[in-house]
């Protein structure tokens, strides 16, 4: 039987009541809603933080003054005693122009150039939250140079985070790790402007949920990093969930939808749509 629901970004707040019938057993899909949630959230904020670091370690003025206001933060770097970015939001949370609040920093500590092949960007978090979550984490950025079709990729590997959300009564928590590939395809010609540029990524993840179940994706089509949109634009990922009566699912990042939080889940061929940061500015 087919179901089509809009799930609000609170829908943990409530018992949902989303049966379906398969041997005459009962199955519930909160558990697998929440933990392809996660993922979506944990996918965003990455794609934020390389997004970020991207933008400022290229910029002229950050780099030969020290200092500029980038996208509602505060923009530090330093050559002594070791080269050091800094993206600072302040102890209030800011609202940013792409409609989402960020309070807290988090620092890169590179190795060279942000765009020289070798390249190591060591990422560290303080007390940093995007809109309703809580980030704690480390997170290794490098640069792998050019693949066999001359395009600059970067690696990023996040060991392990945990995120808070903060949205609910009673706040939850879920683990996550990953290790993606991001491909530069388009705008590097014009390194002045980032609106342009156009990342694909590729790769793994792996997490416990905020119901407490382990969750497996990989991505099938690349995800979709365009600069001049805020979210994921296209792309697709199958994820698994170990010992659900569910075993698998999809989530598909909507091409045909041009640039929106909107994202199809499936689940046994049912489909779910879902709005994440529902609360955006």
């Known amino acids: 039987m087919k179901k089509f629901l809009v799930l609000p970004v609170l829908f943990l707040m ?77 102890d209030y949370f800011v609202i940013c122009p792409d409609g989402l609040a960020r309070k807290g920093a988090y620092f890169a500590d590179v190795t060279g150039g942000f765009n020289d092949p070798g390249t190591i960007a060591s990422v560290t978090f303080d007390d940093y939250y995007l809109h309703d979550m809580k980030i704690e984490a480390k997170e290794t950025i490098t640069n792998q140079g050019r693949n066999n079709n001359n395009q600059l990729y970067f690696q990023y590997l996040v060991d392990s985070v945990t995120i808070t959300i903060l949205d609910t009564v009673n706040p939850v928590k879920f683990s996550w790790k990953c290790n993606k590939a991001a491909t530069w395809i388009q705008g590097e010609n014009t390194p002045y402007d980032n609106s342009d540029d156009v990342f694909l990524i590729n790769g793994t993840s792996q997490g416990v949920s905020t119901f407490g179940n382990s969750f497996i994706t990989e991505i099938t089509d ?53 709005k994440y940061f529902s609360n955006a500015y």
């Open 222 to 274: 690349p995800l979709g990093d365009a600069f001049s949109c805020t979210w994921i634009n296209s792309g697709t990922q199958n994820i698994s969930f170990p010992g659900l009566d569910v075993s698998s699912g999809i989530i598909d990042y909507i091409l045909q939808d041009n640039c929106n939080n909107m994202v199809n889940y499936y689940f046994n061929g049912d489909l779910f749509y879902y």
């Open 14 to 90: 409530v018992v949902l009541l989303i049966t379906c019938k398969k041997e005459n057993k009962e199955i519930d899909l909160n558990p697998n809603l929440a933990a392809t949630d996660n993922n979506v959230r944990a996918e965003f904020v990455f794609k934020d933080v390389f997004n970020y670091l991207f933008k400022i370690t290229n910029d002229t003025v950050v780099l030969n003054t020290g200092y500029a206001q980038i996208d509602g933060a505060q923009i530090y770097y330093i050559t002594y005693p070791s080269p050091r970015f800094t993206v600072k939001f302040g």
